[in-house]
C-alpha cells in the first residue's frame, strides 16, 4: 500500500510560481511510477506529468511543456512539480498518483491517488 498526500498549492499571480510536493508512505515508493493530475472546475481530470521510478524519464502532456518539471527522491519517498510562468488555465486542483506502469496518462490506469491541493492562478 502507498498512501499519497500533497502540498504546495495556492493562490498565486498569472507568471508566477509553485512547487508542489507529495510525501509517500509504504517502503515500495521507489517501484511506483509517479504521476501529477489535475481537474479543473467543471472539467475531467487530465494528465499533467509523470517520472519513471528511478526518475530517469519523465513525460508532459503538452500544455506544460516548458514550464513544469515533475522530480522525485526516492531516498525521501516525495515527487515534486515545479510549477512556472503559471497562466490562468492551470488554475486546478492537483492530485499526485502512482501507477505500475510509465506512461499511462489514463484516471483509471492509476494504483494509488492523493486528497490533492487546489492551486489558483489569477490574471
Not at 515508493?29 to 493530475?37: E, I, L, P
Not at 513525460?59 to 515527487?79: C, L, M, P, Q, W
Not at 486546478?92 to 498518483?97: P, V
Amino acid at each position: 500500500q502507498v498512501q499519497l498526500v500533497e502540498s504546495g498549492g495556492g493562490l498565486v499571480q498569472a507568471g508566477g510560481s509553485l512547487r508542489l510536493s507529495c510525501a509517500a508512505s509504504g517502503r515500495t515508493f521507489s517501484n511506483y511510477v509517479m504521476y501529477w493530475f489535475r481537474q479543473a472546475p467543471g472539467k475531467e481530470r487530465e494528465f499533467v506529468a509523470c517520472i519513471s521510478s528511478r526518475g530517469v524519464n519523465t513525460y508532459y502532456t503538452d500544455s506544460v511543456k516548458g514550464r513544469f518539471t515533475i522530480s522525485r527522491d526516492n531516498a525521501k519517498n516525495t515527487v515534486d512539480l515545479q510549477m512556472n510562468s503559471l497562466k490562468p488555465e492551470d488554475t486546478a486542483i492537483y492530485y499526485c498518483a502512482g501507477a505500475a506502469h510509465y506512461g499511462v496518462t489514463r484516471v483509471d490506469g492509476m494504483n494509488y491517488w492523493g486528497k490533492g491541493t487546489l492551486v489558483t492562478v489569477s490574471s
